[in-house]
């Protein structure tokens, strides 16, 4: 069993920075962030192989959006930049299911991924 707990959301305004981290209990493999709005489904953001040397990126997010993790102090992270009123959602992080190749194609999908957060919420104002 592993547990996760988000942080760092709030309220910015447009063009604004947040950092979120995701500090998890348990091993972890590949991790991923992933957000949400009312009545929408959940929309993948990035994803991190274990090693943190394979990052990726839903395309509205690239560019303005880091993500890092820190293996020693199991704990994940999110840099989001330039935050547009769009970026508005709760974001939640997980980690992906034993045996998950950390590749694009199988870290975009929420199916592929064990635990998840409470998740955290990210409010940009215009």
């Known amino acids: 069993q592993v547990q996760l707990v988000e942080s760092g959301g709030g309220l910015v305004q447009a063009g604004g920075s947040l950092r979120l981290s995701c500090a998890a209990s348990g091993r972890t493999f590949a991790m991923g962030w992933f957000r949400q709005v009312p009545g929408k489904e959940r929309e993948f953001v990035a994803a991190i192989s274990w090693s943190g040397g394979s990052t990726y990126y839903a395309d509205s997010v690239k560019g303005r959006f880091t993500i890092s993790r820190d293996n020693a102090k199991n704990t994940m992270y999110l840099e989001m930049n330039s935050l547009k009123p769009e970026d508005t959602a709760v974001y939640y992080c997980?980690?992906?299911?034993?045996?998950?190749?950390?590749?694009?194609?199988?870290?975009?999908?929420?199916?592929?991924?064990?635990?998840w957060g409470q998740g955290t919420q990210v409010t940009v104002s215009s």
């Open positions: 997980a980690t992906a299911r034993t045996g998950i190749i950390a590749t694009m194609t199988s870290l975009i999908k929420d199916q592929n991924y064990a635990y």
